[in-house]
């Protein structure tokens, strides 16, 4: 799977980090419903950090097209909640 971090680039990640990676976009689902702006900025925060942690990065010239798009570590609360889909941000 590709994932766009929307201002750093993509990053390959296997299937099997996909539960984790879920794991934290249920925790980031969770604290954009109850609009609890501290959690979601450490839940945004551990979810880009893992995706970083377990992909690899493509070249900036590569031409892949991204399966997913997650936001900038400097969205807003507002910003993220416009992005979920009743799956998260990360189908699964």
């Known amino acids: 799977m590709i994932i766009r971090i929307l201002g750093e680039g993509q990053r390959e990640i296997a299937d099997s980090e996909l539960d984790g990676l879920n794991a ?19 839940a945004l925060a551990a979810l880009l950090t893992a995706v970083r942690s377990a992909g690899s990065p493509l070249a900036d010239d590569s031409l892949e097209d991204s399966d997913l798009i997650l936001p900038p ?6 910003e993220v909640r416009a992005l979920l ?8």
């Open 85 to 92: 889909s009743d799956d998260g941000l990360i189908p699964g």
């Open 24 to 42: 934290l976009d249920e925790k980031l689902e969770n604290a954009v419903e109850s609009g609890d702006e501290a959690t979601f900025t450490e």
């Open 73 to 78: 570590s400097d969205a807003t609360l507002d």
